[in-house]
């Protein structure tokens, strides 16, 4: 199984700023990465599929990178609807998610 | 637009079967293209996939859960189905059905997840 470590486990920003949340995979995924957003009661939301693409609607402000086994998701200006949890799964392999970064205001 | 929808007893005794279902509107549950998951969240933790069923029947599953999953497709009724034998408390989750595409398999459309708690 391939194992999939967010971090850091919780980031505090301020609004406005940029958030980097980091994605390692236990061995090479590839570019076969997603990343989704989570609010409290809801179902994730699709924000970044293929390490780089944005998904349809999600804001320019959203941007990815990677290759391998290291991603990164950044949040170039936080926006207030933006602290939420973040999650990265990889589909190279079957399926494996991380267990989140939950990202908050500071 | 597609939309998904669980349904299912909220409470389950151990030892016992969870079964779930999903309903599918909007979108055909039968074509080609995509694959009808299930996939789970225990309390604030992180996301796991539990499987998959495909429109042919053909199905996959977590090798941590297999032995225990069994996934099925409705089409008349445009659902698909979630049965996990031998519930423990570890199996307490909120449990999503999701689709994904086949040549791209990232989970673009989700139900709204429903809380299953295995207590006696």
């Known amino acids: 199984e391939i194992v999939m470590t967010q971090s850091p486990a919780t980031l505090s920003v301020s609004p406005g700023e940029r958030a980097t949340l980091s994605c390692r995979a236990s061995?090479?995924?590839?570019?076969?990465l997603a990343w989704y957003q989570q609010k409290p009661g809801q179902a994730p939301r699709l924000l970044i599929y293929?390490?780089?693409t944005r998904a349809t609607g999600i804001p320019a402000r959203f941007s990815g990178s990677g290759s391998g086994t290291e991603f990164t998701l950044t949040i170039s200006s936080l926006q207030s609807e933006d602290f939420a949890i973040y999650h990265c799964?990889?589909?190279?392999?079957?399926?494996?998610f991380g267990q989140g970064t939950k990202l908050e205001i500071k | 637009q597609v939309q998904l929808q669980e349904s299912g007893p909220g409470l389950v005794k151990p030892s016992q079967t969870l079964s779930l279902t999903c309903t599918v509107s909007?979108?055909?549950?039968?074509?080609?293209?995509?694959?009808w998951s299930w996939i789970r969240q225990h309390p604030g933790k992180g996301l796991e996939w539990i499987g998959y069923?495909?429109?042919?029947?053909?199905?996959y599953y977590n090798p941590s859960l297999k032995s225990r999953v069994t996934i099925s497709l409705d089409t008349s009724k445009t659902q698909f189905s979630l049965k996990l034998s031998s519930v423990t408390a570890a199996d307490t989750a909120v449990y999503y059905c999701?689709?994904?595409?086949?040549?791209?398999?990232?989970?673009?459309?989700w139900g709204q997840g429903t809380l299953v708690t295995v207590s006696s």
């Open positions: 799964q990889q589909y190279n392999k079957w399926y494996t």
């Open positions: 293929g390490a780089s």
């Open positions: 909007g979108g055909s549950i039968s074509s080609s293209g995509y694959y």
């Open positions: 061995q090479s995924v590839n570019s076969n």
């Open positions: 999701a689709r994904s595409v086949v040549a791209v398999p990232i989970y673009q459309h």
């Open positions: 069923i495909y429109y042919s029947g053909s199905t």
